[in-house]
């Protein structure tokens, strides 16, 4: 009876549902005079616990649906996440995070732990779960899905998609005066993305300066390469492009050339890029806990749900933009995260 009352009532939010049963008991128990004799002795015993029962079976269903959360690292970003999807999952949440924990044998020792589903957050989180193909598994805070479980049909997620208009938009917004970009790019994983750039960037008169890089020691030439060619340089997630042994020689060539880096992560303002266009962490795991409350919930639902994030955020580094002798709009930086 439990499970028939759960698939008939998750449609609504737990806490609304409670909240409906209590309000039902309360009546009851007030009720008076012609009210209560409508019913008889064996008609009210009969009500009041089906009412109890009802109350009973939603807090076991609500209550027993557990969930092991793996983060890829103890970060803010990361804890943001988890801090919001608390909010919106409602069920119980027991953390992992790799850092802490013993890489070996992860996948067994989750479950070990018998959880109704997985979340991930970060890639190598991800990569650590992926051979569990018997649980629905949610993934955020992944740049770009692997294609080795991309097919997985136990896979749903909140993928960090910005669209590229939203980045043309953004860089216009911060630099007004722009009229060529440039993008280094990989196109095994970044082909579609540029695609849609170029369409965005040239509907407005943006020209977009293309190079592509197949291995990251492409990166140096090709960015040295766009000296007095480019206003702006959009650095996009992706790893060929973006990693350990890059970010320094572009910082650097951005700060020689005065040339503003507009990228997308607040990480990257902070270590000398002038804006970013990145996802609000917070609101991810709002979304991310609304993908797996349908999932643990909703009989009708099924996996995999992959959805993009719906709320970015604009962060400036001004100092930055100062010293390069760029000046910020006031109208820009109210609705900017700035850093000094």
């Known amino acids: 009876m439990c499970k028939l009352f759960h698939n008939q009532s998750t449609k609504i939010k737990g806490k609304q549902t409670r909240h409906f049963i ?7 128990v007030g009720m008076k005079g012609g009210a209560l004799k409508i019913l008889t002795k064996a008609g009210k015993i009969a009500l009041l616990a089906a009412a109890i029962l009802l109350l009973l079976c939603h ?24 801090e919001g ?11 992992l995070s790799l850092e802490r924990h013993n890489h070996n044998g992860m996948a067994g020792k989750i479950l070990r732990m018998n959880p109704d589903a997985i979340l991930t957050i970060g890639t190598d989180a991800l990569k650590h779960v992926k051979e569990i193909k018997d649980l629905p598994i949610v993934y955020t805070m992944v740049p770009h899905l692997p294609d080795s479980i991309s097919e997985n ?49 040239g509907s407005i008169g943006i020209d977009l300066i293309l190079k592509k890089a197949a291995v990251s020691s492409d990166v140096f030439s090709r960015i040295d390469g766009m000296k007095d060619k480019i206003d702006v340089f959009l650095m996009l997630p992706n790893t060929t492009v973006v990693n350990s042994e890059t970010i320094n020689h572009i910082l650097l060539f951005s700060f020689q050339n005065r040339i503003p880096v507009f990228t997308f992560s607040k990480k990257y303002v902070e270590m000398g890029a002038v ?7 917070f609101d991810l795991g709002l979304q991310t806990g609304e993908v797996m409350r349908k999932l ?6 099924k996996p995999p749900i992959r959805i993009d994030a719906r709320k970015s955020t604009l962060t400036i580094n001004r100092k930055i933009a100062a010293k390069m002798g760029i000046e910020i709009r006031d109208a820009v930086l109210k609705k900017a995260d700035v850093i000094d």
Request: glycine content about 4%.
């Open 296 to 301: 643990l919930y909703e009989s009708d639902v």
């Open 275 to 281: 804006a970013a266009l990145g996802i609000d962490a």
């Open 59 to 82: 807090t076991a269903v609500s209550e027993n649906r557990k969930v092991v959360v793996v983060k890829s690292a103890e970060i803010k970003p990361f804890n943001d996440v988890i």
């Open 22 to 28: 209590l309000v039902c008991i309360s009546i009851f």
């Open 153 to 201: 049909e136990n896979l749903s997620g909140v993928d960090m998609n910005i669209s590229p208009t939203s980045y043309i938009n953004a860089i216009i917004s911060v630099f007004p005066h722009t009229k060529r970009v440039g993008i280094i790019y990989d196109p095994r994983n970044s082909g579609a993305f540029v695609t849609e750039a170029l369409q965005a960037a």
């Open 85 to 95: 999807f608390r909010r919106t999952c409602d069920c119980t949440v027991k953390e």
